[in-house]
């Protein structure tokens, strides 16, 4: 071999020892392997939490995030630091499914690139579990659920309370009159009211139409099996609402005024109503709650309905509220509530969940904080229709009735955390996870 052969062959293998100490030239190692990913859904937050296996041995760049709603993959967060493995995609929205991967780069200066890809993860908070329906013409508006996991249902059409078991299966429906309760239309479609006291008695308020008269106010009790305990008449003009308080007192808001009842029937109160057009009255804990649109909108200082939260039925002091007014004609509309109807109040997670029935959506706040909702008008599994036509009364005093078309929508949540909206003008009620 030449002197210049040896020199080039030494110098070749020098350069080779280099490159290769440098890794440009190392040889390729097995596969990455692809990162362990988990996720846990949480509706109280809105949120999908993610969490993976780090990488060991490799030369990391990146962990990519991607997410996936029914359509391609998106890259929705960036993480540049190993030991960040894990992360949490929030403002989610309610009946809709999410899927999650991550993607895991690695490499050096002058080599390809190299990437690990998870397996896909997937879920949703709030996801519609299943349909009830109900008998032609019962236009569901009210619901309440019992100590024992049955769902209660009172409609616009009908003198009955039609019931249902855990799982759907129709019960014995309880009669409470034998024609449809009077409708009057205010903030909401106002038709019958319902509420369990601790004892599962069924409390029911409503009232009945008169040829030619105003109309007549009732308040009956059921006890758990169905049987009648008391039918009894009210003063007032119409009666809208009717919630069950600490203490099983029994408050019936009239538009006029509002009555506290005690456990036994016996009146403990009455109070005047402010100038607000009350669409539902519940308890969010021991505080008293009301949905509510303002009848004079100079003199109360907000426009947009709210959800106003008191320390006591006198409500002269709101503790705070929940909705927010629109900040220009393009705000997209999170918090803003129109023509709400109906609300449901988990106070163990400092949530309430409204429906929104001039939007056709169900939304959900911690105190005043928009989480999420879901919804859109339409006949669908998860979507509904809250606006329709219906026979309402036009003048209290002649008990004259007129074709208006209205809106309207109840909900309540059972011990598990479910979710049951009455889906008034598609007749049937809708039924989405905790």
């Not at 038709?191 to 009232?207: E, K, P, Q």
């Not at 009210?234 to 019936?252: K, M, Q, T």
């Not at 011990?415 to 009455?422: D, L, Y």
Request: hydrophobic letters at 40%; aromatic letters at 10%.
């Amino acid at each position: 071999m030449s002197a210049t052969g040896l020199l080039g062959g030494v110098g070749g293998l020098w350069l080779g020892l280099w490159l290769g100490s440098c890794g440009l030239l190392r040889p390729p190692g097995p596969p990455a392997p692809a990162p362990a990913l988990s996720a846990s859904f949480d509706s109280g937050e809105a949120a999908a939490h993610l969490s993976w296996s780090p990488p060991a041995g490799r030369d990391f760049i990146e962990y990519e995030v991607r997410r996936a709603q029914g359509g391609p993959w998106a890259v929705v967060a960036r993480l540049c630091a190993q030991r960040d493995t894990s992360w949490s995609d929030r403002e989610l929205q309610g009946n809709q499914g999410y899927q999650y991967r991550v993607a895991v780069h690695y490499g050096r200066p002058g080599q390809v690139r190299e990437s690990a890809l998870s397996p896909a993860v997937a879920g949703a908070i709030h996801r519609h579990a299943a349909t009830w329906a109900l008998p032609a013409g019962f236009l569901p508006t009210r619901l309440a659920a019992d100590g024992q996991g049955h769902i209660a249902a009172v409609g616009a059409g009908t003198g009955l309370v039609a019931r249902f078991d855990g799982q759907g299966r129709t019960l014995e429906n309880w009669a409470f009159a034998a024609v449809p309760p009077a409708c009057l239309e205010t903030g909401a479609l106002d038709a019958v009211s319902l509420g369990f006291d601790s004892r599962g008695a069924l409390h029911l308020a409503y009232n009945l139409a008169v040829s030619g008269g105003p109309p007549q106010l009732r308040w009956a009790k059921f006890d758990g099996q169905g049987r009648l305990l008391w039918e009894r008449p009210l003063e007032g003009l119409f009666v809208r609402h009717l919630a069950v308080g600490p203490g099983d007192r029994v408050y019936i808001e009239c538009i006029d005024r509002l009555y506290q009842f005690d456990a036994e029937g016996s009146e403990v109160a009455r109070y005047e109503v402010p100038p607000l057009l009350i669409s539902s009255l519940r308890f969010w804990g021991d505080h008293f709650a009301l949905l509510v649109e303002p009848a004079n909108y100079v003199e109360m200082g907000w426009q947009a309905p709210r959800l106003m939260v008191y320390d006591s039925p006198e409500q002269r002091q709101a503790r705070w509220w929940v909705g927010r007014e629109a900040l220009s004609p393009h705000d997209p509309g999170r918090g803003v509530l129109k023509r709400p109807s109906d609300f449901a109040v988990d106070a163990a997670g400092d949530r309430v969940f409204i429906v929104n029935a001039g939007q056709s959506r169900v939304e959900v706040f911690r105190r005043d904080q928009h989480l999420t909702g879901w919804g859109g008008e339409g006949e669908g599994a998860g979507q509904f229709r809250f606006a329709g036509e219906l026979e309402v009364l036009d003048e209290l005093a002649a008990g004259r009735e007129v074709r208006r078309r209205v809106v309207a929508g109840g909900i309540t949540r059972d011990g598990a955390g479910r979710i049951f909206v009455a889906d008034t003008f598609n007749n049937r009620v809708q039924v989405f996870g905790p």
